[in-house]
């Protein structure tokens, strides 16, 4: 989930950062949905996550500041713990619940131009709100560099790469490491896209090995002001969710 969140987040930044540039330099989103994602992340049977997010992003010229908050059902033997899935060996349970807030903020160090790349430096802290069962009551800290360049106004590639610092919680013990993503973006319309990510989180749980996704997705801006978005997801290493899928309504302007 948390790299599902992640590419959203990329993605939300693409436009609310286009748009700011359109529109005197400021920009707003609020959007919500629902997230689905399973698998079995190396216990005996599968955890399951549904995940009602409500999202909020401001572009102030160079600088972006945006919040989410999620909405948890999490069935299973694993335990969710701010994004990511720990394995467990006991029974099933059901936890629900509001999750942790996350919050970020970036700043552009350049717009793309036809000549270089845009990028941008971040930080995300996901604040220890989750009820019981849905976190680890502990801050976690991610520092990240997102890059897109438009080749034409139809083709851009995107990606990111970063470092997590994850808390240890009880006797579980998380391994901090790099998380990464990198796509494509293809606009057949201008009020359509579609591409692509691959999604990586080095192991943050030792034994279970890094995580790895591959996330297609659609956008279509169906009416002004208005976006939906909706992706799949499948996982290829045992971190992974086997798969996942979700949406977003998006208000703009």
Known sequence: MIRITSLLALLGALFVSAQASAQNNTAMEIGTGVDYSTGRYGAASDTSVISVPLELKFQFDRIRLQASIPYLRVQGPGSFVG???????????????????????????????????????????KVPTASSGLGTGKADYTAVLNTYHSFNPQFMLFGSVGYQWLSDFGTVNLENGVVASAGMNFKPSQTTSIGFAANYHQEYFKGLGDQFTVS??????????????????????????????????????
């Open 216 to 253: 297609p997705y659609a956008l279509w801006n169906f009416a002004s002001n208005w976006r939906l978005v909706g992706y799949g997801t499948a996982g290829f290493t045992t971190a992974s969710p086997k798969w996942g899928a979700g949406m977003r309504l998006v208000f703009f302007e």
């Open 83 to 125: 994004g990511i899935i720990v394995p467990g060996s006991s029974g099933n349970s059901t936890h629900s619940g509001l999750g942790d807030v996350n919050l970020g903020a970036t700043w552009m160090i350049n717009q793309d131009t036809p000549s270089l790349p845009a990028f941008e430096l971040g930080a995300i802290v």
